[in-house]
């Protein structure tokens, strides 16, 4: 099971403090969890808390080394894959290097592109939509108390988070002139594409404004539609349930913390990036 809430010791830390940012802690930290804390992790430990620093470095110094970035992506990973090849073991290197598609071997380039997309792509994103999951059950105590009382309620209750909050929003390429609803859309243009808009359509759902985390039928949008429909979108779910798992067994009471400023992002991902709560008792 990944280590999401931290050591019994943080765990500690945080309940004599009584308040944290979850923003800037539990959400973000959880993606990582399971990337590099599970047995089948790419890298090693110090490498994990390498990157998450440079993941976690204020934004304009992450664009000033996004080229060193990549570069110590590469390299790191084209170390791993040379030292699996030689000593296979059980985890998700090894698999791919005895992938077959087609009878034929996974290149060393396509092994660096995956491992790179699966680190990269869902960081932003995946820890977004976590901190919008905390944000809701920190101002709405009802649900937050339903949870809590039955776990299982929390696979469909991530549904209509991501339904609700969807956090990414894409622009696409308009491959051919057309007109929608007497809009004209010109071949070349980029048109932005509002998921989150979609799903608050209530023609595809009643009671669209609400959030109802026992929602049974739920088509949302959030993970986008068609052939561009993201890939690791079971992973985004699998650690979105875990997260909320592990933070409310930890955690079964806390609120926003009064007269707290809860700032979001700004741009195509959505979601909290300083969440101040204040935690409560714990239940015995």
């Known amino acids: 099971m990944p280590r999401i809430a931290g050591t019994p010791f943080e765990q500690r830390r945080m309940r004599r403090r009584g308040r944290l940012r979850a923003g800037d802690s539990g959400a973000r930290d959880s993606p ?13 430990e110090m490498d994990s808390r390498i990157f998450r620093g440079r993941c976690y470095r204020p934004r ?21 894959i040379v030292a699996r090849r030689a000593s296979p073991g059980d985890d998700l290197i090894s698999y791919l ?13 396509d092994i660096n592109g995956t491992l790179r997309l699966l680190l990269f792509a869902g960081i932003d994103t995946t820890w977004s939509a976590i901190g919008t999951c905390l944000w809701h059950l920190a101002t709405h105590a009802d649900d937050r108390e339903r949870l809590v009382d039955d776990p299982q309620l929390i696979p469909t209750a991530v549904e209509e988070f991501l339904r609700a ?51 049974e039928v739920n088509r949302h949008a959030a993970f986008g539609l068609g052939i561009h ?10 650690e979105m349930r875990v997260a909320l798992e ?19 992002s700004a741009g195509t991902v959505r979601g909290p990036r300083q969440l101040p709560i204040t935690l409560g008792p714990r239940r015995r």
């Open 32 to 44: 990582h969890a399971w990337h590099f804390r599970t047995r089948r992790r790419p890298v090693s």
């Open 60 to 80: 304009n110094d992450r664009a000033r080394g996004r080229g060193s970035e990549r570069v110590w992506g590469n390299i790191r990973f084209n170390q791993e």
């Open 246 to 264: 592990q933070w409310l067994g930890k955690f079964s009471d806390f609120a926003l913390t009064p007269g707290a400023v809860v700032k979001w």
């Open 165 to 215: 909050y969807a956090p990414v929003t894409m622009a696409r390429e308009i491959i051919k002139d057309t007109e929608i609803d007497g809009l004209p859309f010109k071949q070349g243009e980029m048109v932005m594409l509002a998921f989150g808009a979609a799903n608050r359509d209530p023609a595809m759902f009643p009671d669209a404004n609400r959030v109802i985390v026992d929602r």
């Open 97 to 109: 290097l005895n992938a077959r598609i087609d009878g034929l071997p996974l290149g060393d380039n």
């Open 229 to 238: 429909r993201c890939i690791g979108s079971t992973l985004a779910r699998m």
